[in-house]
């Protein structure tokens, strides 16, 4: 039998991937790939040419059980998505699933996540949080919103360009204004920026300077000083 390997890639800057990983990309008997194209980029940056193919939230739930026989014949599998760690926001979660059940062993190596460092950069707590990723684009965005207000954890939050200004007015509705929050934006590579400040400050930034690249929102929780105090 063989086994599934999680492989996390650059989030931006080519560097950030592990020897470990180079080596077992360079072993394996198949890459899955979130996009074989944007993937082809890292791989041949490292010389690697082992056999692709293409793994993604379209077509995983049709490729899944071709893949876990593959493994199940002998095959080694590594899945990587187009940046950070497969799974997390990424392609992933079904075919681990269905690997473990098939009793292949699965193993993951530590990597890029794009939340991880914005979250330590945001100069916000974060000895404990709560990561939602994306939130949902219409049906049930208000109430995951709603049961939010009373999160008293630091929040983190993926999010596009093109929603970003929508999704920080609702946060600005949601938590108040005033409410502190890190954006950081573009990480690893030659743009990377962080935004501090509260909702209204990056409400204003993002509003005279137009979005642009991939974001990370870190949101401060709601403050323990605000609660009820407790009567023991």
């Known amino acids: 039998m063989g086994m599934l390997y999680i492989i996390p890639t650059p989030v931006g800057n080519l560097e950030d991937i592990t020897l470990r990983a180079l080596r077992l990309l360079k072993e394996v008997d198949l890459i899955l790939a979130e996009d074989t194209r944007t993937s082809s980029v890292l791989l041949k940056h490292y010389g690697i040419h082992n056999a692709m193919l293409s793994h993604h939230k379209f077509n995983e739930h049709q490729t899944a059980d071709n893949i876990v026989q593959r493994i199940l014949s002998g095959e080694t599998v590594a899945i990587i998505s187009d940046a950070g760690t ?3 926001s990424d392609p992933g979660f079904l075919l681990v699933r269905q690997c473990i059940q098939a009793g292949i062993e699965v193993q993951c190596l530590p990597g890029a996540t794009a939340f991880v460092p914005a979250l330590v950069a945001s100069g916000l707590p974060d000895e404990r949080f709560c990561f939602e990723g994306f939130l949902p684009q219409k049906k049930g965005r208000a109430t995951r919103l709603a049961a ?3 999160e008293t954890r630091t929040m983190v939050f993926y999010e596009s360009p ?17 409410r502190s929050v890190s954006i950081c934006r573009e990480i690893s590579k030659l743009h990377e920026e962080s935004v501090r400040g509260t909702l209204q400050d990056v409400i204003a930034h993002f509003t005279q300077n137009p979005p642009r690249g991939e974001f990370v929102i870190v949101v401060e929780g709601k403050n323990e000083k605000s609660r009820p105090s407790e009567v023991g």
Not at 169 to 178: I, K, L, M, P, V
């Open 148 to 150: 939010l207000q009373e």
């Open 162 to 178: 093109f929603r970003l200004l929508k999704t920080l007015t609702q946060f600005a509705e949601c938590f108040g204004g005033n």
């Open 86 to 88: 497969p799974s997390i």
